[in-house]
Nanobody, 121 residues
Framework: VQLVESGGGSVQAGDSLRLSCAAS????????MGWFRQAPGKEREFVAA????????YYANSVKGRFTISRDNAKNTVYLQMNSLKPEDTAVYYC???????????????WGQGTQVTVSS
């Protein structure tokens, strides 16, 4: 699976952004799609995920209520709507695909190149 993210940028605290992740290749082999982020000097962390079979969604506590993950099957695209952005949301955001229905980072084997999100106060 090939993944390409887009939609990052520089915004002010309180603003919104929508990230997109376009998937191509063996998309039918994926069981879950997720968003992760990595801030400078920190480890990559889970943000949100959606399980294909159940359409269940999962979120990190730090983004719950502010971020929404969704998908468009016809476009093979997953979105991350980010509202009420905070400076601590600043990071490179990565889209990833997993072969199993999981939200664990170790289960995501296909990754995009990442898109920078910068939130200033």
């Amino acid at each position: 699976v090939q993944l390409v993210e887009s939609g990052g940028g520089s915004v002010q605290a309180g603003d919104s952004l929508r990230l997109s992740c376009a998937a191509s290749g063996r998309t039918f082999s994926s069981s879950a799609m997720g968003w992760f982020r990595q801030a400078p000097g920190k480890e990559r962390e889970f943000v949100a995920a959606i399980i294909w079979s159940s359409d269940n969604t999962y979120y990190a506590n730090s983004v719950k209520g502010r971020f929404t993950i969704s998908r468009d099957n016809a476009k093979n695209t997953v979105y991350l709507q980010m509202n009420s952005l905070k400076p601590e949301d600043t990071a490179v955001y990565y889209c990833a695909a997993a072969l199993r229905a999981s939200i664990a980072l170790r289960d995501f084997g296909s990754w995009g190149q990442g898109t920078q999100v910068t939130v200033s106060s």
